[in-house]
């Protein structure tokens, strides 16, 4: 079989990581493919500038409207990422009838809709691998892989720079702000650390894991999304010695006929795997009813394993080529006229247990004041931790798990608690997920 | 779309939790793959067998040869394990051009080069994904997801009854005996614990991952296979003392021109993943030259988690009906004509780090004496532990962890060791792998 031809758009990192991947392994991938994947063309803003991967033989351009309007192009691959002019250029690629293959989970989460609508009026496919959790075929496991169950829930550490800030705070005991600082030094974490530290960026991903999982529109702007800039040395430390690791976790889970979606830390009991995914690593934990626990584990962002995404799919969307339409695997895992639109329920909605951090006056009362509140509201302690008071201190700290409840209940016991004159801080809250 | 229509060889365990399955998710399945599946008909040896399924609806019998010559059936469901009839049925099946599932790792293992060139000349899916790992989708995530690397490794824990056994001899300072026993009353073994203790079973599994690896016909026969039956309570006991597990793996891994290919219990530092996996439940890691370590986690047995995998399948051939056959994922994960003879090399030149476990008389110049056999065999010495005596021992335990280093020099030093005459009892090897 003939090559299929391909032409790029965006020569960044991850750009030239795709084109380094398909030269070296391009036997390995004509092997397995039966024709080989020739990049033919590729366009950046500036082709001045020095890269880490070898052009000759690909035409360059600036112009990237030259490569999704040539007759030649088969596989347009999108790696610019941002919303425009990445979208504008994936839809035009589209309506040219040409199969798409992108790295971009903010156009995916934002505009995927649409663009999936378009492509499958054009008969041509969206290919997205590369989107959520870098390297590891989390779509693929969940589109193709699980299509036998009814997912139940999912779990994953979605963003390598909060884990890898996470698990510093957590091995040496720093705080937040420090091991961001570092993260930042050493290239983990942007210069504005916002989309990473406050979960836009794990909200963009969950918005899509979400979407295949329980065949829903794409609906990022319904997930709640908290970041980790909070956490404390001091919270990280409690866990542990309640045997708890904190991570930033995006969760989706059916409860009743509707669907929670949220991004914020929670505590992990430590042996589960998912406790121990450390530094940059991401992992997803998917639930089916029949398969059980499954994990996907692997390197959440990089040139090379996100390229080893993006040859992925460039490879499903050669077998495409030949495939009735209708017969493939659909973009949202489930065909389009078969979505349903479960409602998102709001956070209040949520069930979790929850981590309680309060400092107080060291004075009698004040534990039994506590649990008469949350008692008084059914909600059950799993346990209390009460450190040994800092010397000279005015007030003690107290650490109280608490069994699953519903949001809003534990809204209604902080508030009270709050309103105790013997707290001395506003009280952390930090949600407890046993993922069972 | 009209329902695809399957016909099932093998009302076990599993078959029935595929009816099950298909029954209860029958309305997720449709929705995905925009058809559904039915299952027309079944055979068994014993109709009469009370069952957990429900069958009405399904046409049964307990000729098989009906099920492979019937018109109406586009898919058979080979789910009776072993190697015959289930060959002669599989080739049936092929024969009269009917894509096949099957979750038979011996069949694959075994005969699978055959079945395929008979699958390939007649257009043909035999689909395997339930061959191992159950319900981990570790065959797709090879063959399709990591289709743009040069895979360099794999490792992995691909037997659930034997490392359900490690587990509870760990959590609970048992030994083997003790624990297999305790296995077979709970039905985690079977009666005949061979297949899953002597790694047959793990060497099946392991074939199969070596071929869609790196794209080389299967061959069982050269597969390297120890079982844990060795292992004891002390052993575990060390291991954790070093900051290891003992974990049974299946490896495979190209070594210059060659493939280790070897199953054997094998120390693995306690902070990786893989050292977490316990009970039944089953984890491959996979490292490619692109993507860097991916691992995959999940049940590897089970009525419902083979039923996952199975259907899955199901959707993929389902899908396949409309392809252009050459356009197809091919079963070896390379295109027939693509596979290479790479040489299987034989355990002598594997490289391995190992533990070795000494008894020896308590007198001066022991530890010496081995310290220099090692020595002038250039085998580096990582570690040595050497625990209190028991109380009125004759002799001393002295463990010792070396670098890495060729087998068969390591078994040269051994044989040195065994004759110095201060040893007790013959020393224990066991292999320590970092999966790095």
Redesign the interface.
Known sequence: ?KPVKVGLLGLGTVGC?VVN??A??AS???????RGIDIVSASARNLARRRECELSGIELTTDPSIIINDPEIQVVLELIGGIEPARTLVLGAVENRKHVVTANKALIALHGNEIFARASEKGVTVAF?AAVGG???II??IR???????IEWLAGIINGTGNFILTEMRDKGRDFADVLAEAQRLGYAEADPTFDVEGIDAAHKLTILASIAF?IPLQFDRVYTEGITRITAKDVRNAAELGYRIKHLGIARRQGEGIELRVHPALIPH?R?LA??DGVMN?VLVR????????????GA?A??T??????D???V??D????P?????HL???PD?LVDLPVLPISQAISAYYLHLRAFDRPGVLADITRILGERKISIEAVLQPQPEEGAKDASIVILTAPVRESHIDEAITAIQSLDALTVPLTRIRVETLK
């Open positions: 079989m990581g991947v398909v070296r392994n390995e991938i004509r092997r397995r493919a039966g691998e390297g590891i075929p693929k496991a193709e892989a699980l299509s036998g169950n009814t065949g042996r795997l121990n995914v992992a089916g009813d029949a398969v059980g626990p499954t994990l996907y584990y692997g390197p990089g090379e394993p390229a080893s995404a993006v040859v992925a460039l490879v499903d050669t077998r080529l030949t495939v009735d209708t017969n493939r695997v659909p895992a489930f065909q078969a």
